[in-house]
């Protein structure tokens, strides 16, 4: 591979010419400027009722230069909260709070959208059980959570949704997607991966269902394609993207890479296929998989791949996964989170901050808005 100056391409082994990571790319309505993508980092700064913070302001307008930001999971309503400090978009407060956001990212020259995300089984709060957690099945996350406080509690039993509720669920994606508008996002992620609730009704470990919303492949798709098409009609398919974790076995999930699995994800591919969604976003520690790979063929729009938790992206495996054609963009977490002026410092070839784990989900500036950029 050759060098990666602005809007170059380089040849690929078999002569065509792929894009680089810094070639402009159209995601639905967006014109990204490079293929850096923003990866949702959860990094519980809001305050204590959910509103984005001062310092959420800054640190997002800070990596304006990505191509686009994909701000953290953030929940829905009160039972689809997972985290202490993460934030919301249920009230007018959390809306005035991420309009803030949204002013400064653009103002900055930046596109953002919001992932939303409805926490399921997951719960780390205190108050859990009281806040009426939900999960396809009323099956805890094996083993124990440890609480803010630093007490060990087994993981909180969620209830099993009844058939009659779907649609409420449904409904908290819509709704607070159309609230995300109203907060100036460019559009918004619906958060199918990890283990949360939408991710629980695609793996049959978490989804023991005997409705429509279980026990068949295009049942337990069901519930994603429903909530995806639904916030397209509501704000537009071109703003509309979905993120997935094929083959999850995170936050006690079993999915694996599985025939059962590859029918799921076929079976959702195909619901929401035809739709113009902005983009699908799959991480996955095997981006090159016949599974992930289906999944982007069967789906054929704006795709944007991450390599998952194990390793940390680098430069050169993001370049790869662009020459490899194993995506259109590349969502970029950690990287990104160390170096707010990442694409520069890549573009140039520069030194990196390191990412400092132990600030992760600490309250405070400290590891969110003191990592340093390029002095020259
Ligand atoms: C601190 C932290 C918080 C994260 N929060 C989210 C989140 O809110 N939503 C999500 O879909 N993924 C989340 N992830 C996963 C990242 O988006 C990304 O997939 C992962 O970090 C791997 O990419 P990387 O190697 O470039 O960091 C989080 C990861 C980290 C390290």
Do not use: K
């Not at 509690?153 to 409420?168: I, S, V």
């Not at 429903?226 to 974790?245: I, N």
């Amino acid at each position: 591979m050759t060098s990666t100056a602005a809007g170059a391409t380089v040849a690929t082994p078999q002569g065509d010419a792929a894009p680089t990571l810094f070639t402009p790319v159209t995601l639905g309505r967006l014109r990204l400027p490079n293929r850096i993508v923003m990866a949702p980092l959860t990094r519980r700064r809001a305050a204590a009722d959910g509103t984005p913070s001062d310092l959420m302001v800054r640190h997002y307008a800070d990596r304006a230069t990505a191509g686009l930001i994909i701000a953290e999971g953030t929940f829905l309503s009160p039972r689809s909260r997972t985290y202490l400090n993460q934030p919301g978009i249920v009230t007018d407060a959390h809306v005035a709070g991420w309009r803030r956001v949204t002013d400064a990212v653009h103002a900055a020259g930046g596109r953002i959208v919001l992932q939303l995300m409805h926490g399921g089984r997951v719960a780390m709060l205190p108050d859990a059980e009281e806040r009426g957690i939900v999960a396809p099945s009323a099956i805890p996350i094996p083993g124990e959570r440890r609480l803010p406080s630093g007490e060990v509690r087994p993981h909180a039993t969620p209830r099993a949704l009844r058939t009659d509720e779907m649609a409420g669920v449904v409904g908290e994606f819509v709704d607070g997607a159309r609230r995300a508008i109203a907060a100036g996002f460019d559009g918004v992620e619906l958060h199918g991966a990890n283990g949360y609730l939408l991710q629980e009704f695609l793996a049959a470990s978490t989804n023991h269902r005997d409705d429509a919303y279980g026990g068949s492949p295009a049942n337990r798709a069901r519930l994603v394609v429903e909530a995806t098409r639904a916030v397209a009609d509501a704000v537009g398919a071109d703003r509309t993207g979905l993120r997935l974790s094929p083959g999850e076995t995170r936050q006690g999930l079993e999915e694996g890479d599985t025939p059962e699995t590859a029918a799921t994800y076929a079976a959702l591919t195909s619901g929401i296929a035809g739709l113009g969604l902005a983009s699908l976003h799959v991480l996955s520690a095997h981006p090159a998989s016949a599974l992930v790979r289906g999944i982007r063929r069967d789906f054929g729009g704006p795709f944007i791949i991450n390599s998952g938790f194990e390793v940390v992206t680098t430069r050169a495996e993001a370049e790869r996964f662009l020459t490899e054609d194993l995506g259109d963009a590349v969502a970029v977490g950690r990287p990104l989170l160390a170096n707010p002026d990442l694409v520069r410092r890549w573009r140039e070839g520069r030194e990196l901050n390191r990412p400092n784990p132990e600030t992760f989900y600490t309250p405070g500036e400290a590891g969110y808005n003191d990592y340093p950029f390029l002095e020259d």
